[in-house]
């Protein structure tokens, strides 16, 4: 298994961690086993201080989503972040962290740092939230006669439909009320003595095109103007939402390029009491996790070195399917490398992680590894085959 070294385009540029950090995966590994998920709690502050600094008025709220990991939580909560969740069980796992405030700093903290920003929620998730009334998004007329009925104490926060154009996740299908039919939403809330707080958006998730926030924050300054000529009253909260783009590799322009243009904007289009508020997950997480998992099996097939590894698209992998993310595999080992095949665990020829990664020629009981996987990976991790999730590692907590 040799041959000259060749390059894939996307792995080309991407800089190789460094010796100590190898040391130090691979002590992890020797020390927990394998697969291990391992999360970099100082990485996490730094992107929040980093996207503090940048958009220094906005309030952050993590979207629990990309990775709901209790530590990440818990770590956020302790450098002051908000949160946005998106069901009962991720509400509960923020809500442990301020478990033991009294009533009314809970209640107040829940107002202040909590959106549960599903537009669409079960019956009995409005009956449990409507005790701490945080706010909640909205997109359609059902919804909102369902919160009238089961949460007419919740913050409302109507959610517009805005491009998503070129965005890696797409979201505009299935989330948003269109903008012209979004006045007349606000209006119906207000008619069933609801309380509209603020409008939101979503440009999709790893958002490129920042073409998207200037269409979606133009799109929102139309319909609050509207709202407010038409309702004589003022909706004081704009939700930014997601999509903030990680540096998966170098061609992904950095988030100080698109918050240039999004204060600016912001500047222009809106007055300046008005609250802002951003949900950000993915560039919260993602760069404070690496996976490392080991080699359990090795052939030859069509011509190509083929590794067994023991985690894969079931698993942490999952966001290669669900979050349409590639997570370049590659080795601890040095050497030239062959373009290889790498299969995940189970017998299901679907769990193929890649059949193009640039690895030198490995044996059964090395160790791999794949970094930025913090997102949208583990949280959609399997038992499939009988195979339990990687075991999560926590670091500079
Ligand atoms: C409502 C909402 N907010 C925030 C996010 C987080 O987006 P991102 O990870 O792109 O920042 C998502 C992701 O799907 C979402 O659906």
Request: glycine share 6%; charged share 25%.
């Amino acid at each position: 298994m040799t041959g000259e070294p060749q390059k894939s385009g996307m792995e080309s540029d991407v800089q190789h961690i460094s010796k100590s950090k190898k040391r130090q995966l691979e002590n992890l590994a020797e020390e927990h086993g394998t697969p291990i998920f391992v999360i970099d709690h100082e990485k996490i502050r730094q992107n929040y201080r980093e996207f503090k600094k940048l958009l220094p008025h906005v309030q952050v709220y993590y979207a629990v989503k990309a990775n709901s990991d209790r530590g990440i939580v818990k770590t956020l909560h302790e450098i002051g972040c908000s949160f946005d969740v998106a069901s009962m069980p991720e509400f509960m796992i923020v809500y442990e962290n301020i478990r033991d405030l009294p009533d009314r700093e809970r209640q107040d903290w829940i107002w202040d740092k909590i959106i549960y920003a599903n537009t669409i929620k079960p019956i009995e998730t409005l009956q449990a939230l409507d005790q701490y009334k945080p706010l909640v998004t909205f997109d359609n007329i059902e919804e909102l006669r369902k919160i009238r009925k089961h949460a007419p104490n919740a913050g409302l926060v109507l959610r517009l439909r805005v491009p998503n154009t070129g965005s890696m996740v797409e979201l505009s299908s299935k989330f948003g009320a269109d903008p012209g039919e979004a006045v007349d939403l606000i209006i119906a809330a207000f008619d069933m003595d609801l309380a509209v707080e603020g409008l939101s958006f979503h440009v999709g998730s790893q958002c490129t095109n920042f073409d998207n926030y200037v269409q979606a924050l133009n799109l929102a300054a139309n319909v609050l103007s509207e709202a407010e000529t038409r309702t004589g009253k003022r909706i004081r909260i704009l939700d930014i939402g997601g999509g903030f783009p990680v540096k998966y590799h170098p061609g992904v322009l950095s988030l100080r390029v698109l918050t240039r243009k999004l204060n600016a904007e912001l500047k222009r289009l809106f007055e300046p009491d008005i609250q802002i508020l951003a949900e950000p997950g993915r560039f919260l997480v993602a760069n404070s996790c690496t996976l490392v998992s080991k080699v359990i099996g090795k052939a030859f097939r069509d011509g190509k070195p083929s590794y067994y590894i023991n985690d894969g698209i079931y698993h942490t992998y999952s966001g290669q399917i669900f979050d349409h993310c590639v997570y370049p595999v590659r080795a601890f080992k040095e050497g030239v490398t062959q373009i290889s095949a790498v299969f995940g665990p189970t017998c299901d020829a679907f769990d193929t992680v890649t059949m193009s990664a640039e690895l030198p020629e490995l044996e059964i009981g090395d160790l791999v590894y794949s970094e930025n996987i913090g997102a949208y990976s583990i949280v959609s991790s399997t038992y499939f085959n009988g195979f339990p999730p990687a075991k999560v590692v926590h670091i500079n907590r």
